[in-house]
């Protein structure tokens, strides 16, 4: 069974630093693997996805993630956090074999003036 | 633009009496989930159509229902609230069941009293 694992549930940078998100998987067979972020009483957006082409996946409001299958890793990353990055992140997982959505337990950004 | 659209956007039921929340789509994909999310967690499937097909998880409660009647709306029934279902509930549409995006609606936010 496929699990997928945040680790840290609150991340906390300065506007203007590196911005790091991480998920690690555990899967037996090539996952797909999502980011999403939420906003206060919002629905989930989609950032980026990565489908078993290009390993440095970039996204919108300048996110990328980086698939490395020898870590079993799929981090977030953005050069320069703005104010607006502040949110809950979410990194979810999905098999080829058609099952739903696994998603990590979420990663709450907060970004200092 | 295609959207997912949930109406209402906040909804207030007492408890015990029945509570319907309504998802549409102009995107035409053939799968619509349903998700509860609670404060800090990561949402939670309920269940899911592909087409008129439905697909129920194992531990959803039975006071939980859904209807798909077309192809453009779901609706999530909950025929009895208690206290523990206040939550915000999440409709997502994908093309296929399986590795693709789900696209989410902005969400219900349901307070029992």
């Known amino acids: 069974a496929q699990s997928v694992t945040q680790l840290g549930s609150h991340v906390s940078v300065s506007e203007g630093a590196l911005v790091l998100l991480r998920c690690n998987y555990s899967s037996s067979v090539p996952p797909y693997l999502f980011w999403y972020v939420q906003y206060p009483n919002q629905g989930l957006q989609l950032l980026l996805k990565?489908?078993?082409?290009?390993?440095l996946v970039k996204g919108i409001n300048g996110f990328e993630a980086e698939f490395k299958k020898s870590e079993t890793s799929f981090h977030l990353t953005k050069p320069s956090a703005h104010m607006s990055d502040a949110a809950e992140y979410f990194c979810?997982?999905?098999?080829?074999?058609?099952?739903?959505?696994?998603f990590g337990g979420g990663t709450r950004l907060m970004v200092k003036p | 633009d295609a959207m997912v659209i949930q109406n209402p956007r906040y909804q207030v039921t007492q408890f015990g009496k029945p509570v319907t929340l309504s998802c549409s789509q102009t995107?035409?994909?053939?799968?619509m989930y349903w998700y509860q999310q609670k404060s800090s967690q990561a949402p939670k499937l309920l269940f899911h159509?592909?087409?008129?097909?439905?697909?129920n998880e194992a531990d959803t409660p039975d006071n939980f229902q859904s209807r798909r009647p077309n192809t453009s709306f779901c609706f999530l029934d909950i025929r009895s609230p208690g206290l523990g279902d206040a939550a915000m509930y999440l409709c997502?549409?994908?093309?296929?069941?399986?590795?693709?995006?789900?696209?989410f609606g902005p969400g219900t936010r349901l307070t029992v009293t």
């Open positions: 995107l035409n994909h053939n799968v």
């Open positions: 979810a997982g999905a098999n080829n074999a058609g099952n739903m959505l696994t």
């Open positions: 997502a549409t994908s093309r296929v069941r399986g590795p693709y995006e789900q696209y």
């Open positions: 990565y489908t078993s082409a290009a390993t």
């Open positions: 159509y592909y087409d008129k097909d439905f697909n």
